[in-house]
Structure formats: structure tokens, C-alpha cells
């Protein structure tokens, strides 16, 4: 039987349908493209805001119209946070839930024999145990692959709907994941992206572990490659955790730090338990390390209550630390959540208004940080080559898009390696190099 997979939200989800795929490929199913004719479609979906309800929606509908007839499976965050809206889509055959969706094969074929919808969704409290069984041998891409390391958070920042989709934290083995990473490398992928739903968690069932354990762990493997970590967030680590992680060599000088607010008061009422003192701590030791250390955040607008001078914090805060990128997103109510509750709302047109000013202050700030890193020299791994232009792209350890001109033998040679390139000057979204 065909199969296809649609894939929205983090890279926590992109691990997962991976370890999907490989599931039903044992079984032998065959792998088809999202918009291909298939017997099966499974949505692995997002409920991260409203929008990301309603693409998980407009897919569902989506594929089902390629094949009338086929098995349609709902999976994921909004199956899990919503599974009585997800199964009363028309079409919809099967509902499963963030720690059920690695036994989806099973459900499939239960279905086969039953003919009726099948819904499986565990209560917040039984989201308490990690599935081992939910692993990859392979990735997509070529060069890199992700790692999920952990499962849940516990924080309960007030806008956000992910503990009740993802439950409790717990960890992935270490065992698990430094065969897995061992597995990989082998295969020849040179980036291993470290993930999870919150990845400082890690090991916080065990006070004796953390997310430093398992890096060192990953650096004294004696092989060609390099790490990178998906997140942090500063409600659980602070400068002085971040100092300890300067010191493994493979680690990427670049991490994903979310902000979420400049302001210390809008901070304290999204319960984000930092303040923007300490999170400029970060940044500066992050900066005293390597001065073009690679930065990205994200920023939540129109937070209830925000005022303009909440807003212009998070102006000011994003001018003075020079992100590399800023995923700016508009306040979006998510029942469930405290922040759902807040009578102070702010209207759509403000949320609409802050929102591009503030794209507009981090695209500015993003091309100050592309034009400290020129004339620096460091090191990309290419993944791609585009014959029409002779150009060979790939991201640098501080995570700058990079592209080089070069022959296509050359070009052949560098695929999936490491190289020291010269930056030279600003091209399109990265820079222009030379190997």
C-alpha cells in the first residue's frame, strides 16, 4: 500500500515522522510524495497557534480530496489538544495523540480490519513516559539529521498550549541516543541537530544529568562532524549554564534563544520566570566567545497587556544583540492557557502594526550581523550545488547561509563537506564566499 506523509510544525515532528516512515517501510508500505495519489495520508500536525489549527485542518482536507477512498490518519499536537474537532472532520479515520503516534502503523492496520474511525488520546497525566521506540536510521537531508533527545515541558509559560499537547518531561536514554547518533554518523551525515519539545529539560527526572551530558558525551566521538542545538530557553538555563557549553569544539557557535518579550513585566506575565537583564547576560557571554556567535530568537507581539512601551523594549532589545534571525509572531489565544483568560486583549490592527515594525527593526539588525561576519573566515558544510548558477550553498557554524562559485567538479568534491570559506560580501539571505 502507498503512503504519504504531510508534515507541519517543529523539528521535534519532522524527527517523528522519520521514525513513522522507517516503521512502515519495515512493514513494507511504500513511500509516496504528499501530493501524490496514495491509500494513506497521515498529518502530523501543529497547534502552536491558531494558524498552525488551521493548516492542520486545510491539509486534512487537502490530501483527503487527492483520494476520496483512502485511510486518512490525524496525528500530533492538535489531534492530541483538540481530537474531538480533528475526528469529526469529514474523511478523517483515525485520530491519534502526541505518545500514541509511534503505534500508528498498529492503528492502520486495525483499521483495515475493522472499517470504523478509530481515536486514541491519552489525559494530559498519562503523558508521562518517553517511547524509546521511536528512533531513525536516516534523514531527507544528506548532511544533516535531527535527534530527539527529550519529550514534554513543565514550564507553563501563560500563552502556550504545548505542555497540555506534549505532557510531562521525560528523557530519551542516554544509551538511546548516543547509538543513534553513532548510527548516523556512520550513514555519513556531518550535522547532528539536537531537539526536543524543551531541550534543556533534558534529564531534569535525573538531577544528576543535563543537556551538557549529553553534548560532552556527543564530542568524544571520534569521528568528522559537528553539533548543533535545535534550542535553549532561558527559563531553564542562564549565562553561567551557557559558559560550560563554550568549551566542546563540536558544538556550533549558534543558538536559538527564545525571547518572547523585552519587557520584564510583560516577561513576568507570560510567566517566563527571566528577566531581560539576565538574558543580555546570555548574549554577552555568547559575544565574548566569538563576537559573530550566531543568535536567533523568537518574539510574541500583542501579548495581552502589552503596551507601547512593552513593545518598544522588545525594539530596543533586538536593535542592541544584532540576531542573526527573528521569528516574529503575533499573540494568538490558545484556550486552555491563563493567557486565553486575560481581559486585557489587544485588538488585531496593533498586533498587525507591531508585528511588521518589528520585522522591519530585526531585518535591519540581521543585516548589521551579515556585515560583521564579513571578512571573517569559518566553517560551512555545503549541501547544495545549482548548475544554471555554479553556486554551491551551505550554512556556516554560526548559522549564515553561504554561497560560492564554483566549478562542478570542485562542486562534487565539497558536497556533504566541511570547508573554510572567506565571507566577502552580503548575497541574497547569507553571503557570498570564497572556498
Same mark, same amino acid.
Given at each position: 500500500?502507498?503512503?504519504?506523509?504531510?508534515?507541519?510544525?517543529?523539528?521535534?515532528?519532522?524527527?517523528?515522522?522519520?521514525?513513522?516512515?522507517?516503521? !512502515?517501510?519495515?512493514?513494507?508500505?511504500?513511500?509516496?510524495?504528499?501530493? =501524490?495519489?496514495?491509500?494513506?495520508?497521515?498529518?502530523?500536525?501543529?497547534?502552536?497557534?491558531?494558524?498552525?489549527?488551521?493548516?492542520?485542518?486545510?491539509?486534512?482536507?487537502?490530501?483527503?480530496?487527492?483520494?476520496?477512498?483512502?485511510?486518512?490518519?490525524?496525528?500530533?499536537?492538535?489531534?492530541?489538544?483538540?481530537?474531538?474537532?480533528?475526528?469529526?472532520?469529514?474523511?478523517?479515520?483515525?485520530?491519534?495523540?502526541?505518545?500514541?503516534?509511534?503505534?500508528?502503523?498498529?492503528?492502520?492496520?486495525?483499521?483495515?480490519?475493522?472499517?470504523?474511525?478509530?481515536?486514541?488520546?491519552?489525559?494530559?497525566?498519562?503523558?508521562?513516559?518517553?517511547?524509546?521506540?521511536?528512533?531513525?536510521?536516516?534523514?531527507?537531508?544528506?548532511?544533516?539529521?535531527?535527534?530527539?533527545?527529550?519529550?514534554?515541558?513543565?514550564?507553563?509559560?501563560?500563552?502556550?498550549?504545548?505542555?497540555?499537547?506534549?505532557?510531562?518531561?521525560?528523557?530519551?536514554?542516554?544509551?538511546?541516543?548516543?547509538?543513534?547518533?553513532?548510527?548516523?554518523?556512520?550513514?555519513?551525515?556531518?550535522?547532528?541537530?539536537?531537539?526536543?519539545?524543551?531541550?534543556?529539560?533534558?534529564?531534569?527526572?535525573?538531577?544528576?544529568?543535563?543537556?551538557?551530558?549529553?553534548?560532552?558525551?556527543?564530542?568524544?566521538?571520534?569521528?568528522? !562532524?559537528?553539533?548543533?542545538?535545535?534550542?535553549?530557553?532561558?527559563?531553564?538555563?542562564?549565562?553561567?549554564?551557557?559558559?560550560?557549553?563554550?568549551?566542546? =569544539?563540536?558544538?556550533?557557535?549558534?543558538?536559538?534563544?527564545?525571547?518572547?518579550?523585552?519587557?520584564?513585566?510583560?516577561?513576568?506575565?507570560?510567566?517566563?520566570?527571566?528577566?531581560?537583564?539576565?538574558?543580555?547576560?546570555?548574549?554577552?557571554?555568547?559575544?565574548?566567545?566569538?563576537?559573530?556567535?550566531?543568535?536567533?530568537?523568537?518574539?510574541?507581539?500583542?501579548?495581552?497587556?502589552?503596551?507601547?512601551?512593552?513593545?518598544?523594549?522588545?525594539?530596543?532589545?533586538?536593535?542592541?544583540?544584532?540576531?542573526?534571525?527573528?521569528?516574529?509572531?503575533?499573540?494568538?489565544?490558545?484556550?486552555?492557557?491563563? &493567557? &486565553?483568560?486575560?481581559?486585557?486583549?489587544?485588538?488585531?490592527?496593533?498586533?498587525?502594526?507591531?508585528?511588521?515594525?518589528?520585522?522591519?527593526?530585526?531585518?535591519?539588525?540581521?543585516?548589521?550581523?551579515?556585515?560583521?561576519?564579513?571578512?571573517?573566515?569559518?566553517?560551512?558544510?555545503?549541501?547544495?550545488?545549482?548548475?544554471?548558477?555554479?553556486?554551491?550553498?551551505?550554512?556556516?557554524?554560526?548559522?549564515?547561509?553561504?554561497?560560492?562559485?564554483?566549478?562542478?567538479?570542485?562542486?562534487?568534491?565539497?558536497?556533504?563537506?566541511?570547508?573554510?570559506?572567506?565571507?566577502?560580501?552580503?548575497?541574497?539571505?547569507?553571503?557570498?564566499?570564497?572556498?
Amino acid at each position: 500500500m502507498k503512503i504519504a506523509f504531510y508534515t507541519l510544525g517543529c523539528k521535534v515532528n519532522q524527527y517523528e515522522t522519520q521514525a513513522l516512515k522507517e516503521k !512502515f517501510l519495515k512493514r513494507g508500505y511504500e513511500l509516496v510524495e504528499e501530493d =501524490e495519489y496514495a491509500d494513506i495520508y497521515v498529518v502530523n500536525t501543529c497547534t502552536v497557534t491558531a494558524l498552525a489549527d488551521r493548516k492542520s485542518r486545510q491539509y486534512i482536507r487537502r490530501m483527503k480530496k487527492i483520494n476520496p477512498d483512502s485511510i486518512t490518519a490525524v496525528i500530533g499536537c492538535y489531534a492530541q489538544v483538540n481530537p474531538d474537532e480533528a475526528s469529526s472532520i469529514e474523511g478523517v479515520n483515525i485520530v491519534v495523540g502526541t505518545n500514541e503516534k509511534n503505534n500508528l502503523p498498529d492503528y492502520i492496520e486495525d483499521y483495515i480490519k475493522q472499517n470504523r474511525q478509530i481515536t486514541n488520546v491519552l489525559d494530559y497525566d498519562e503523558l508521562n513516559i518517553y517511547d524509546e521506540s521511536g528512533s531513525i536510521t536516516s534523514m531527507d537531508s544528506r548532511t544533516r539529521a535531527y535527534i530527539k533527545v527529550q519529550e514534554g515541558c513543565n514550564q507553563f509559560c501563560s500563552y502556550c498550549i504545548i505542555p497540555y499537547a506534549r505532557g510531562n518531561v521525560r528523557s530519551r536514554s542516554k544509551e538511546d541516543i548516543l547509538k543513534e547518533a553513532n548510527h548516523l554518523i556512520s550513514k555519513g551525515f556531518r550535522e547532528l541537530v539536537i531537539t526536543g519539545i524543551n531541550t534543556a529539560l533534558y534529564g531534569i527526572e535525573d538531577k544528576h544529568l543535563g543537556i551538557e551530558d549529553i553534548i560532552k558525551d556527543l564530542n568524544g566521538i571520534p569521528a568528522d !562532524f559537528r553539533i548543533r542545538l535545535g534550542s535553549l530557553e532561558p527559563t531553564v538555563i542562564n549565562a553561567s549554564y551557557v559558559s560550560k557549553l563554550l568549551q566542546y =569544539e563540536k558544538l556550533c557557535p549558534h543558538l536559538h534563544l527564545s525571547l518572547q518579550s523585552g519587557s520584564d513585566r510583560i516577561l513576568k506575565k507570560m510567566n517566563r520566570n527571566y528577566d531581560s537583564k539576565g538574558y543580555k547576560e546570555i548574549i554577552k557571554v555568547l559575544r565574548d566567545h566569538d563576537k559573530c556567535y550566531g543568535i536567533t530568537t523568537d518574539i510574541i507581539v500583542g501579548f495581552p497587556g502589552e503596551t507601547e512601551e512593552d513593545f518598544q523594549a522588545s525594539i530596543k532589545i533586538v536593535e542592541e544583540s544584532g540576531f542573526n534571525k527573528v521569528h516574529v509572531f503575533q499573540y494568538s489565544k490558545r484556550q486552555g492557557t491563563k &493567557a &486565553a483568560e486575560m481581559k486585557d486583549q489587544i485588538p488585531s490592527d496593533i498586533k498587525k502594526r507591531r508585528s511588521a515594525e518589528l520585522i522591519r527593526v530585526a531585518e535591519i539588525t540581521s543585516e548589521k550581523m551579515i556585515k560583521t561576519n564579513l571578512g571573517e573566515k569559518r566553517k560551512v558544510l555545503f549541501e547544495e550545488y545549482d548548475e544554471a548558477t555554479g553556486l554551491i550553498s551551505g550554512f556556516s557554524d554560526n548559522y549564515i547561509k553561504v554561497y560560492c562559485k564554483v566549478k562542478e567538479d570542485l562542486a562534487n568534491e565539497l558536497l556533504n563537506q566541511f570547508a573554510v570559506v572567506s565571507f566577502m560580501e552580503k548575497y541574497k539571505e547569507g553571503v557570498l564566499g570564497s572556498v
